[in-house]
Every structure is written in structure tokens, then in C-alpha cells.
């Protein structure tokens, strides 16, 4: 056996994917060198500072029940803040219906009760649904590869009143779409980290996930700034020219990228956009700790009013409204209207803070076969991937696919078989 510990890995990208990657191989005694090309870590998980305000770009939650997450950061060092167990429906008359989640240990009863004003098909689905949702291995969500979440809902019984009305607005918030086209797989990853744990954004902000991996790096060197514009099997080269010699590479970068990077063409590019409009107040709002979401006659998903959950959100006597929407388009004043008359005040109250438009915020195909071949990390014999669009477009995907990529890089090092397309 080969001494590993003069390897050297290149990981480009420092999103969680990356970082993730970075960490696992450290501990493992790997050189690592992580090569980034924005000017701070974290990808799409970061948090920008304005006014006192914490605005998150785009908004986003954790789950305490992330195994992944607690796999690789203790959760009460992020001082967690929880929103409610549950969401809130915004209908088309400006009505709300709230929506309480059951809590574990499950109960048939709490699921009857969840559904008590719903009809027997309903039930007959929850039914169904029901053991896969409480299977103790988070993967076990993973059954249903090849569905769309809308087929599967229907293949499954689930009442019109219950899929437009439920099912649908919550899950367009999670998958920024409106046919619920996503796979399957994923709508039961969602539900089953839903149930089995509480939604959360640390009290500083989404960036100090990123920052507590970044904690674990030891002796990796981080290089920002740094941005790759093509890769091999020994050597990145970067936009100023620079080439950086390596053993072995994960690239952690998104699916749209690898073509560029790698020169191997027909990977599928296409992503989900979305829009945080943030806004600022210091009237009263009827609002909570849950998320408000609302379905397809309306472009926002939701609206969390974040200092109410994360009170150091926002400075004291302030509010901060976020507004997600899907797609780029709407426009900040659309946004405002359609929050102001669910929290049940004037858009002159909203004072327009920021507004992030991302337009590769989610990948449409993710998970096994994706690259047209099974999943498996390697994409040569000292090149591997990593990404959410490996695994599921989450934060529990991105790190799950990171220490994937790092084993893979382990195991060929060491001449073991792969165990990514399994674990
Ligand atoms: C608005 C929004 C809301 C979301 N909501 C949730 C949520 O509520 N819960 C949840 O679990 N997940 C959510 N997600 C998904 C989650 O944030 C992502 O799945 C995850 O962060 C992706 O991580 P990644 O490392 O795969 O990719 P990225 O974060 O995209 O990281 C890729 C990194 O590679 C770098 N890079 C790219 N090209 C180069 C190059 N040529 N050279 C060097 N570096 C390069 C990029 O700068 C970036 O830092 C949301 C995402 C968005 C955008």
C-alpha cells in the first residue's frame, strides 16, 4: 500500500459540495487545495450583511434531520432557529389555512388528525405513504426514481382538493416549479426530513454552515479568486494561466460547468431559477414563525418573515420580509403587493432592501444515470464529481455527494472497491 500522505487533490469549488469533499479528505490525510472562483466560500449557501440586516442569497432552510448535515457539523453549534412545525396556505382570496406536521414518535392518530378534512383517498394514500416516510435510512426515499411527484400523488389517490390545495403549494416552494415535475424521490426525501425533523436557519445566517465545514479543513489550502478553466487528470488550469499539479480532483462545481471544464460534451445543463426580493418594515404584520406559500395563480412560493424565527435577522424594532418567486421576472413591486396583502399590511410599509435573482439555483435532473451512466463518481481514473445534481438538489444532497466523491478518491488511492453507488 501506497503512503497517501503526500497525495494531492484539487477540489474545485468550495460550495458544500466542495467543502464536503475537502473535509472528508483531510481527516483522511490528503494535501487538499480548494480552488474557488467567487471571493468567499459557501456556493449557493451564503449570507450577505446590510444594515443590520442577515439576507440570505435566496432563501433557504436546514433540517435538523439532515444526516448528512449532522453527519458533518454538530447542529446546536449553528444556534439553530426554528420556524413552526408546519406552513401556512395563502389562497387566492388572501385566506390562510395553516397546516401543522405531525410530530414523532407517529401516531396513526396524528396523521388522521392532519387529515381529518380530507376524503378516504387521501387517507389511502397517507396510508401508503406512510412507511416509507417513518423508514429509519433517509435513502430509503429513493424507491421512486423515474416518477414525476404529480404522477406519483395521483397514482397514489391523493384528492384533487388535497394536491392543489396541500401538496402543491408547499412543494413548489421547495422545488421553485409549478408542475411538480421533479422526481418522486425527491417529494419523499422532502416529506420524510420534514417529519422526522424541524426546519431551521442558524441565528447568523445560512453562511455559518459553509463556515463551521470550513472549520474542519485543517490543513487545506482555500485559493478564492481562483477560477478553473479547464481540468485533467494531473494538472487545473486557471483563468490567469496559473497551472496546479494534483494526484487526483474533485470537481464540485455545477452540472452546467462540466462541459467547459472537462470538454466532454452532451451533459444535461438546465436548472430551476428563482428570486429572493428582500424587504424591510417596522409595522405590524399578521405573521409567525411559518413559512407562507401559495400555489400557481401567484409567482411567489413563499414568504418568511425571518426575524420572527431569527430574531438577530433584522435590527430591534425592524422586520425583515422575504419573498421567494419562481423564475427572474417578477418585479420587486409584485412581490411587495402579494406579500403586503398576505401579512395584511400596505405595500408602502415594505421598504425594498435586495432582491437576488439566481438563475441556476436548482437542478432539473439530478441523481442516478444523470451523466447517462449509473452513479458513480469517477468521471475519469483521477477525476472525480461532486454536486447536488449527483445526489438531490438540497444541502443534504451537495454534502452527501462531497463525502461520496472523497471515498471514491480513498478507495481508488487505495485500490478498494468503489462504495459511492451504494452508501
Ligand atoms: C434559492 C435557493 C433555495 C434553496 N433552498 C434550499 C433549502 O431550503 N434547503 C436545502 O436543503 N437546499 C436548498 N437549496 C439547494 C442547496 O443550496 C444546493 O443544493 C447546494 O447548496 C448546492 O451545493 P453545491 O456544492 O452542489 O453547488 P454550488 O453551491 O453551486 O457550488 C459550486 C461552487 O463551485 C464554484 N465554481 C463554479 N465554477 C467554478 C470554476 N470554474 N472554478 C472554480 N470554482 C468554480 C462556484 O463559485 C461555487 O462556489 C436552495 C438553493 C437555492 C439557490
Given at each position: 500500500?501506497?503512503?497517501?500522505?503526500?497525495?494531492?487533490?484539487?477540489?474545485?469549488?468550495?460550495?458544500?459540495?466542495?467543502?464536503?469533499?475537502?473535509?472528508?479528505?483531510?481527516?483522511?490525510?490528503?494535501?487538499?487545495?480548494?480552488?474557488?472562483?467567487?471571493?468567499?466560500?459557501?456556493?449557493l449557501?451564503?449570507?450577505?450583511?446590510?444594515?443590520?440586516?442577515?439576507?440570505?442569497?435566496?432563501?433557504?432552510?436546514?433540517?435538523?434531520?439532515?444526516?448528512?448535515?449532522?453527519?458533518?457539523?454538530?447542529?446546536?453549534?449553528?444556534?439553530?432557529?426554528?420556524?413552526?412545525?408546519?406552513?401556512?396556505?395563502?389562497?387566492?382570496?388572501?385566506?390562510?389555512?395553516?397546516?401543522?406536521?405531525?410530530?414523532?414518535?407517529?401516531?396513526?392518530?396524528q396523521?388522521?388528525?392532519?387529515?381529518?378534512?380530507?376524503?378516504?383517498?387521501d387517507?389511502?394514500?397517507?396510508?401508503r405513504?406512510?412507511?416509507?416516510?417513518?423508514r429509519?435510512?433517509?435513502?430509503?426515499?429513493?424507491?421512486?426514481?423515474?416518477?414525476?411527484?404529480?404522477?406519483?400523488?395521483?397514482?397514489?389517490?391523493?384528492?384533487?382538493?388535497?394536491?392543489?390545495?396541500?401538496?402543491?403549494?408547499?412543494?413548489?416552494?421547495?422545488?421553485?416549479?409549478?408542475?411538480?415535475?421533479?422526481?418522486?424521490?425527491?417529494?419523499?426525501f422532502?416529506?420524510?426530513?420534514?417529519?422526522?425533523?424541524?426546519?431551521?436557519?442558524?441565528?447568523?445566517?445560512m453562511?455559518?454552515?459553509?463556515?463551521?465545514?470550513?472549520?474542519?479543513?485543517?490543513?487545506?489550502?482555500?485559493?478564492?479568486?481562483?477560477?478553473?478553466?479547464s481540468?485533467?487528470?494531473?494538472?487545473?488550469?486557471?483563468?490567469?494561466?496559473?497551472?496546479?499539479?494534483?494526484?487526483?480532483?474533485?470537481?464540485?462545481?455545477?452540472?452546467?460547468?462540466?462541459?467547459?471544464?472537462?470538454?466532454?460534451?452532451?451533459?444535461?445543463?438546465?436548472?430551476?431559477?428563482?428570486?429572493?426580493?428582500?424587504?424591510?418594515?417596522?409595522?405590524?404584520?399578521?405573521?409567525?414563525?411559518?413559512?407562507?406559500?401559495?400555489?400557481?395563480?401567484?409567482?411567489?412560493?413563499?414568504?418568511?418573515?425571518?426575524?420572527?424565527?431569527?430574531?438577530?435577522?433584522?435590527?430591534?424594532?425592524?422586520?425583515?420580509?422575504?419573498?421567494?418567486?419562481?423564475?427572474?421576472?417578477?418585479?420587486?413591486?409584485?412581490?411587495?403587493?402579494?406579500?403586503?396583502?398576505?401579512?395584511r399590511?400596505?405595500?408602502s410599509?415594505?421598504?425594498?432592501?435586495?432582491?437576488?435573482?439566481?438563475t441556476?439555483?436548482?437542478?432539473?435532473?439530478?441523481?442516478g444515470?444523470?451523466?447517462?451512466?449509473?452513479?458513480?463518481?469517477?468521471?475519469?481514473?483521477?477525476?472525480?464529481?461532486?454536486?447536488?445534481?449527483?445526489?438531490?438538489?438540497?444541502?443534504?444532497g451537495?454534502?452527501?455527494?462531497?463525502?461520496?466523491?472523497?471515498?471514491?478518491?480513498?478507495?481508488?488511492?487505495?485500490?478498494?472497491?468503489?462504495?459511492?453507488?451504494?452508501?
Amino acid at each position: 500500500m501506497k503512503s497517501h500522505g503526500q497525495q494531492r487533490v484539487t477540489v474545485v469549488g468550495a460550495g458544500l459540495a466542495g467543502l464536503a469533499a475537502a473535509a472528508y479528505l483531510v481527516s483522511n490525510r490528503f494535501h487538499v487545495t480548494i480552488v474557488e472562483a467567487s471571493e468567499r466560500i459557501g456556493g449557493l449557501v451564503t449570507t450577505d450583511h446590510l444594515d443590520g440586516f442577515y439576507l440570505d442569497r435566496g432563501f433557504q432552510v436546514a433540517l435538523d434531520s439532515y444526516p448528512e448535515l449532522r453527519r458533518m457539523v454538530p447542529i446546536d453549534s449553528l444556534a439553530p432557529r426554528e420556524f413552526a412545525r408546519g406552513f401556512e396556505v395563502v389562497r387566492r382570496d388572501l385566506s390562510r389555512r395553516a397546516v401543522a406536521l405531525p410530530r414523532p414518535p407517529f401516531r396513526a392518530r396524528q396523521f388522521a388528525d392532519l387529515l381529518s378534512n380530507f376524503n378516504m383517498g387521501d387517507l389511502r394514500c397517507l396510508a401508503r405513504l406512510a412507511p416509507r416516510l417513518v423508514r429509519r435510512d433517509a435513502q430509503s426515499a429513493f424507491e421512486v426514481r423515474g416518477r414525476t411527484t404529480e404522477a406519483y400523488l395521483r397514482e397514489c389517490g391523493l384528492s384533487e382538493q388535497t394536491l392543489e390545495g396541500l401538496a402543491r403549494p408547499f412543494l413548489r416552494g421547495v422545488f421553485l416549479e409549478d408542475g411538480l415535475q421533479t422526481p418522486a424521490s425527491m417529494a419523499l426525501f422532502v416529506a420524510q426530513s420534514f417529519l422526522r425533523g424541524r426546519a431551521f436557519v442558524p441565528s447568523t445566517g445560512m453562511a455559518e454552515i459553509p463556515s463551521l465545514i470550513a472549520g474542519r479543513l485543517g490543513t487545506a489550502a482555500i485559493r478564492l479568486g481562483a477560477k478553473v478553466v479547464s481540468v485533467s487528470d494531473s494538472s487545473v488550469v486557471l483563468a490567469d494561466g496559473e497551472e496546479i499539479g494534483h494526484d487526483w480532483a474533485v470537481l464540485a462545481v455545477k452540472s452546467s460547468q462540466l462541459a467547459g471544464l472537462t470538454g466532454e460534451s452532451g451533459l444535461d445543463t438546465s436548472y430551476r431559477s428563482t428570486s429572493t426580493h428582500y424587504f424591510a418594515t417596522e409595522s405590524e404584520l399578521a405573521a409567525g414563525k411559518a413559512v407562507l406559500v401559495a400555489s400557481s395563480w401567484t409567482p411567489v412560493a413563499t414568504i418568511a418573515v425571518m426575524d420572527m424565527v431569527a430574531p438577530s435577522y433584522a435590527p430591534k424594532g425592524a422586520h425583515l420580509v422575504s419573498v421567494s418567486t419562481l423564475g427572474t421576472e417578477t418585479s420587486d413591486g409584485t412581490a411587495a403587493e402579494f406579500a403586503a396583502d398576505a401579512l395584511r399590511t400596505d405595500a408602502s410599509n415594505l421598504s425594498h432592501l435586495r432582491t437576488y435573482r439566481i438563475t441556476e439555483a436548482l437542478p432539473v435532473s439530478f441523481g442516478g444515470g444523470r451523466l447517462g451512466r449509473p452513479y458513480f463518481p469517477a468521471f475519469s481514473k483521477r477525476l472525480f464529481l461532486a454536486g447536488d445534481y449527483l445526489q438531490n438538489p438540497s444541502i443534504d444532497g451537495a454534502l452527501r455527494s462531497g463525502r461520496l466523491a472523497a471515498e471514491a478518491v480513498m478507495a481508488a488511492h487505495w485500490g478498494l472497491p468503489e462504495r459511492g453507488a451504494s452508501a
